[in-house]
Nanobody, 115 residues
Framework: VQLVESGGGLVQPGGSLRLSCAAS????????MRWYRQAPGKERELVAA????????NYADSVKGRFTISRDNAKNTVYLQMRSLKPEDTAVYYC?????????WGQGTQVTVSS
């Protein structure tokens, strides 16, 4: 199983980024996918989740209305569109798949929101 995140970077407050997570090694379309983040000195927190078919999505209160999770099962990829970014969104963002064979994580991608 491999999860590879991309799309992070430095952005000014109010800006936007789109993260991608390319999955391989398992049947992507069978499993819910999640984005987590971890800021320095803080615990990892769940940001957003999407069901296997993409029909249901959930968000942390702190990102509701600003972030959108989506997936393309034909491309084995899950996305996190982030808008109206705030300095408190600065963190390493991780993609997660909880499959029947275990719980898998990507290496993370750094998002820094700063002027």
């Amino acid at each position: 199983v491999q999860l590879v995140e991309s799309g992070g970077g430095l952005v000014q407050p109010g800006g936007s980024l789109r993260l991608s997570c390319a999955a391989s090694g398992f049947t992507f379309s069978r499993y819910a996918m999640r984005w987590y983040r971890q800021a320095p000195g803080k615990e990892r927190e769940l940001v957003a989740a999407v069901t296997s078919g993409g029909g249901s999505r959930n968000y942390a209160d702190s990102v509701k209305g600003r972030f959108t999770i989506s997936r393309d099962n034909a491309k084995n990829t899950v996305y996190l569109q982030m808008r109206s970014l705030k300095p408190e969104d600065t963190a390493v963002y991780y993609c997660n798949a909880a499959t029947s064979r275990g719980d898998y994580w990507g290496q993370g991608t750094q998002v820094t929101v700063s002027s």
